[in-house]
């Protein structure tokens, strides 16, 4: 299995919700990475977690929160987002070691209204 | 930054022509990967060249890393037009920066 799954694929969120993004893999990785992509620009990387703990932190705003719960699965919270939130959120995972390569979800389009 | 500049931004080609789009970073790196996006969905990884390497083969992909210059190229020959897509490189693993891309279109 060489999937890494996102869910919803799709979100609508109003400024007042409180929503959460799912990724899950099952390929063994301990480093699994949450990016959010704007239309027409590269991924942008938010958070890494290596062996379940959170090792980076792009300097991202509170109202998102990650959380790692096992090995497989990595969650991302979202609470009282802004409309300029609105992005393909993309998960990815891969040996937390050099000179290996990840492999990303399909991503969830989230749209802040 | 270590991110990595694609250039050109965007490349329209006729199927059965080769395609090379080039990658610039500023910083030592480990290694330089390549990704492709369809449609703004999920990155697929292409290739991967460590930076003791200097080319590097995968099918129709030929990719080249000269680390004095800080640059990469991707090279996709015989190209269809499925390969249309967004191409971006990136530099290493643990924290992967991505470059701004290179959208290739590929006329049929």
């Known amino acids: 299995d060489t999937e890494v799954t996102q869910t919803p694929k799709h979100l609508v969120m109003g400024m007042t919700n409180k929503k959460s993004l799912k990724c899950e893999q099952h390929?063994?990785?301990?480093?699994m990475y949450w990016y959010k992509q704007k239309a027409k620009k590269p991924p942008e990387l938010m958070f890494v977690?290596?062996?379940?703990?959170?090792?980076i932190n792009e300097s991202v705003p509170s109202r998102f929160s990650p959380e790692c719960p096992n090995s497989s699965l990595l969650n991302l919270h979202l609470h009282a987002l802004q409309p300029e939130d609105s992005a393909l959120y993309l998960c990815?995972?891969?040996?937390?070691?050099?000179?290996?390569?990840?492999?990303f979800g399909q991503g969830t389009r989230l749209t802040v209204v | 930054s270590q991110q990595g500049e694609e250039d050109p931004q965007a490349l329209s080609i006729q199927e059965g022509e080769n395609a090379t789009m080039n990658c610039s970073y500023k910083?030592?790196?480990?290694?330089l990967q390549w990704y492709r996006q369809n449609s703004g969905r999920g990155l697929v990884h292409l290739i991967l060249?460590?930076?003791?390497?200097r080319e590097k083969h995968s099918g129709r992909l030929r990719v080249t890393l000269d680390t004095s210059k800080k640059s990469s190229s991707l090279l996709i020959t015989a190209s269809r037009a499925a390969d249309t897509a967004s191409y971006f490189c990136?530099?290493?693993?643990?924290?992967?920066?991505f470059g701004a891309g290179t959208r290739l279109f590929v006329k049929a």
């Open positions: 990815a995972s891969s040996q937390p070691t050099a000179n290996t390569e990840a492999f």
């Open positions: 390929m063994g990785h301990r480093a």
């Open positions: 977690y290596s062996y379940e703990k959170l090792s």
């Open positions: 910083t030592s790196i480990n290694n």
């Open positions: 060249i460590r930076s003791n390497e």
């Open positions: 990136a530099t290493d693993a643990i924290k992967t920066i």
